[in-house]
């Protein structure tokens, strides 16, 4: 099982950038896609996750200027990020556990079985 990510990069403050991950090794159509992210020195945190229904839940940080969505017949996610700003410079991972029916996207680093190797965001201000 592998987890891709890609589509980091430096952008000036306000700018875009859509991050990819593609998970491959086995169908993940019932697995939740999660999106966290890790700023030096600090804890890894939670930015954005899809379920197996397409439902989503966002981070307060990246709410309103950020949009999850999935490819499902190709396994892979794409985090749209807009508004850019230098706070939200970090390493951002994808993630994915088995959907768990009914509930909402899991938001926890400890939920997640699978994760992929980052990519950098760097916001200049």
């Known amino acids: 099982v592998q987890l891709q990510a890609s589509g980091g990069g430096l952008v000036q403050a306000g700018g875009s950038l859509r991050l990819s991950c593609v998970a491959s090794?086995?169908?993940?159509?019932?697995?939740?896609m999660g999106w966290f992210r890790q700023a030096p020195g600090k804890e890894r945190d939670f930015v954005a996750a899809?379920?197996?229904?397409?439902?989503?839940y966002y981070a307060d940080s990246v709410r309103g200027r950020s949009t999850l969505s999935r490819d499902v017949a190709n396994d892979t996610v794409f985090l749209q990020m807009t508004s850019l700003k230098p706070e939200d410079t970090a390493v951002y991972y994808c993630?994915?556990?088995?959907?768990?029916?009914?509930?909402?996207?899991?938001?926890?680093?400890?939920?997640?079985?699978?994760w992929g190797q980052g990519t950098q965001v760097t916001v200049s201000s």
């Open positions: 090794g086995r169908t993940f159509s019932t697995y939740d």
């Open positions: 899809i379920n197996w229904s397409g439902r989503t």
């Open positions: 993630a994915a556990k088995a959907s768990t029916w009914g509930r909402a996207p899991a938001r926890e680093v400890s939920e997640y079985d699978y």
